[in-house]
């Protein structure tokens, strides 16, 4: 046997290698391969619509004089999988011939007829309730599908793939594990049998990657590290002979996009770890808030920009990135363009990185304490929201985008979860437009010191918005051969950090408002034709799909936990047969900072992360005597803290699941308080 197989195998090699020349490799999927690389049409096969995340329909049935006509076609609740105030409901659903398949907060997967709601499958994800590693709400934003399978991630940082017929378990494999502090909320990518997937975990000092699994069985193929390990590409951004790049951040909260024809796979990176303190981190710090791109099959580093250096902010670049052709000086070029957290779009020739419009580096305001960078890139072209504070009462320094802070808080703009968060920003061909929803908020910004635990908060400051100060929203279109603002709506609500939007060939945006509405607007104008009120929270990107001649557009209503929108289980579709009306207006969110519901009094106990709401105080605000000793208590799945706003005032410390701490107030006054790690949780306590 032996010297038979010795005999045949320089044969079989040369014949192998003369199949490979001839034959082109056959795809695992070639209808979904070939969807994923066409226009949107009656099918929505990826999060992004296609492998551009351009989030644009060719559809045009519903169009700018008949949408005022739009109702809606059914509504349905999914069972109560993830409804809760502790739940976002920010997932694209994915419709192909007929069927809709869409992921909750709690990473259960329903499919649904998609002509009449009607559920025809459902996986329970059995979550463990008690993962501590939850940065910013249970969300999962969407799902990917090739091969009969349905593919994604879970906030146990596992990947998952379901038989598409039956919602059967086909295979599981962890990526990471949650107790390191790694997590998945973004919608992976399918392409050529490929599954390609992020992770989350920038705020408990991982180090990110890409990990690129074989979509068959599961196995891991390759990973690509954003934070360079020792002696590779970008080490020397970071300070030699440490390790502060191993725990640096810099993940991926996204789906990627590719270009099969230049075989590019590209994504974005989010902030540096420890958030807030840069002390330890001289250096740029690669790859944090950059985009990025790699050969698709093998994971190769190829390029990359990187947006800010040596982020001290939390400017993600969290918003996935979008692919397009467009013409620049009579000259076609391929772009890829990024909105981030500082409100700018960032525009580059995705064949080689460089900017397509123009971004300059200038210098920017320094602290050696922080070992600031000394220029940062500004791009050509408007910003999205406004880049500086104003000084409020209580605060003695306010400042602009890129300016540093230390111990004592300087206010700042953006922050939060803004500019653009993790909302997508359609595209369309026809206008040349982005479509950008960004987040208005002020936040004071302060470092201290946070030393790393494996599993724990790592981020090396604060960012609170301060009591009292406003809270709202901007809706752009950004002309994509200048970077400059065609129009510009200013909206009630923070819309950058889980809603985005979706554009047609029919000239329309629709958008969700966290107050519940869904809204159409003509997409050359900016013009508002139509407005729909869903019930619940609208804060997820739309999408557009087509069942046996009939155009729907569909949008998840289910709120989201960091806006504080109506939370919800549903989904809605759309067309123009629909039957259904407008639902009554849920509780609108708040549009100042600060601790919401009626004061109570004659209460000395607080308990915290209550009723499935998890982010929260309950009561919020309470009236005590002087000399009441309150009483703290943690009732929720993950740790949390009650700290006083004003530094070094009082603070319970990390409480555990079931941890009671308590604090006794004897001067009166009046008390806010935020929870550390969740800096957008607030209580009040009036002393008498
Ligand atoms: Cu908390």
């Known amino acids: 046997m032996r010297s038979h197989g010795r005999r045949w195998a320089p044969v079989l090699t040369t014949l192998g290698a003369i199949l490979l020349m001839v034959l082109p490799v056959r795809a695992a999927d070639p209808e979904i391969d070939r969807l994923l690389q066409s226009p949107v049409g009656k099918d929505w096969v990826t999060n992004g619509g296609n492998l551009t995340n351009q989030h644009y329909s060719t559809l045009k049935q519903i169009d700018t004089t008949n949408v005022s006509q739009l109702k809606g076609a059914w509504m349905t609740r999914m069972k109560g999988s993830g409804l809760g105030g502790k739940y976002s409901f920010e997932?694209?659903?994915?419709?192909?011939d007929g069927v809709m398949y869409v992921i909750t907060g709690n990473d259960d997967v329903f499919a649904l007829d998609a002509k009449t709601g009607q559920i025809l499958w459902e996986y329970w994800s059995g979550i463990d309730q008690k993962i501590s590693t939850v940065c910013c709400g249970w969300v999962n934003r969407g799902l990917a599908m090739g091969e009969g399978l349905l593919y994604f991630g879970q906030l146990d940082a596992a990947m998952v793939a379901l038989d598409m017929k039956t919602g059967k378990v086909k295979w599981k494999t962890p990526i990471e594990k949650w107790e390191n502090g790694y997590g998945i909320t973004s919608a992976p990518l399918y392409f050529d049998g490929i599954v390609y997937t992020g992770a989350t975990g920038g705020e408990f000092g991982v180090r990110g990657r890409l990990t690129?699994?074989?979509?068959?069985?599961?196995?891991?193929?390759?990973?690509?590290?954003?934070?360079?390990?020792?002696?590779?590409?970008?080490?020397?951004?970071?300070?030699?002979?440490?390790?502060?790049?191993?725990?640096?951040?810099?993940?991926?909260?996204?789906?990627?996009?590719?270009?099969?024809?230049l075989g590019l796979v590209y994504f974005a990176t989010g902030n540096c770890g420890p958030d807030y303190d840069g002390s330890m981190r001289e250096g740029d710090n690669l790859f944090c808030a950059s985009m990025v791109a790699l050969k698709a099959k093998t994971g190769e580093h190829v390029w990359h920009f990187q947006q800010v250096h040596h982020d001290i902010w939390d400017y993600d670049a969290a918003s996935p990135v979008v692919l397009f052709?467009?013409?620049?000086?009579?000259?076609?070029?391929?772009?890829?363009?990024?909105?981030?957290?500082t409100g700018w779009v960032y525009i580059l020739d995705?064949?080689?990185?460089?900017?397509?419009?123009?971004?300059?580096?200038?210098?920017?305001?320094?602290?050696?304490?922080?070992?600031?960078?000394?220029?940062?890139?500004?791009?050509?072209?408007?910003a999205t929201v406004p880049q500086c504070a104003e000084l409020l009462p209580g605060y003695s320094k306010a400042g602009c985008i890129f300016d540093p802070f230390w111990e004592e808080p300087v206010l700042l703009?953006?922050?939060?979860?803004?500019?653009?968060?993790?909302?997508p920003m359609p595209y369309s061909p026809d206008t040349g437009f982005f479509y950008v929803p960004g987040t208005v908020r002020t936040s004071a910004f302060a470092r201290y010191l946070n030393p790393y635990l494996l599993g724990l908060r790592y981020t090396g400051g604060t960012q609170a918005a301060p009591i009292g100060s406003p809270m709202w929203g901007t809706f752009t279109a950004i002309e994509g051969t200048t970077n400059k603002i065609a129009w510009q709506h200013k909206t009630p609500y923070r819309i950058g950090g889980g809603g985005g939007a979706t554009v047609t060939a029919g000239g329309l945006v629709f958008r969700g408002e966290p107050d519940g509405n869904f809204l159409a607007i003509d997409a050359k104008t900016g013009k508002e034709l139509w407005r729909f009120q869903t019930g619940f929270g609208a804060d997820a990107p739309p999408v557009v799909y087509e069942v046996v001649g009939e155009q729907f557009v569909a949008i998840a209503t289910g709120g989201n936990s960091l806006s504080g929108s109506p939370f919800g289980d549903a989904v809605w579709a759309f067309s123009l047969k629909g039957q259904l009306g407008p639902l009554w207006p849920p509780p609108p969110p708040a549009t100042v900072a600060g601790p919401t519901g009626p004061i109570v009094a004659g209460v000395d106990s607080v308990r915290i992360g209550a009723n499935n709401v998890e982010y929260s105080y309950a009561p919020g605000r309470i009236r005590i005597k002087a000399g009441t000793t309150v009483k703290f208590t943690n009732v929720g799945d993950i740790p949390h803290t009650a700290t006083a706003m004003q530094a070094g005032a009082w603070d319970t410390g990390a409480l555990a699941k079931d941890g009671v701490s308590s604090i006794t107030f004897d001067k009166p006054g009046n008390y806010y308080y935020i929870c550390t790690p969740h800096p957008w949780m607030y209580g009040q306590i009036i002393v008498e």
């Open 212 to 261: 690129a699994l074989d979509a068959r069985s599961g196995e891991v193929l390759w990973r690509w590290h954003t934070l360079p390990g020792p002696g590779e590409l970008g080490s020397d951004t970071w300070p030699p002979g440490t390790d502060h790049a191993m725990r640096g951040g810099a993940t991926i909260w996204n789906t990627p996009a590719l270009d099969p024809q």
């Open 325 to 341: 052709d467009t013409v620049i000086n009579g000259q076609p070029r391929k772009g890829i363009a990024e909105a981030g957290r």
């Open 350 to 382: 995705r064949t080689n990185g460089k900017p397509l419009i123009g971004i300059e580096e200038r210098p920017v305001p320094q602290d050696p304490r922080q070992k600031t960078a000394k220029t940062q890139p500004y791009p050509i072209g408007d």
């Open 91 to 96: 997932a694209s659903p994915l419709v192909k």
């Open 413 to 423: 703009q953006p922050s939060g979860i803004g500019g653009t968060n993790w909302s």
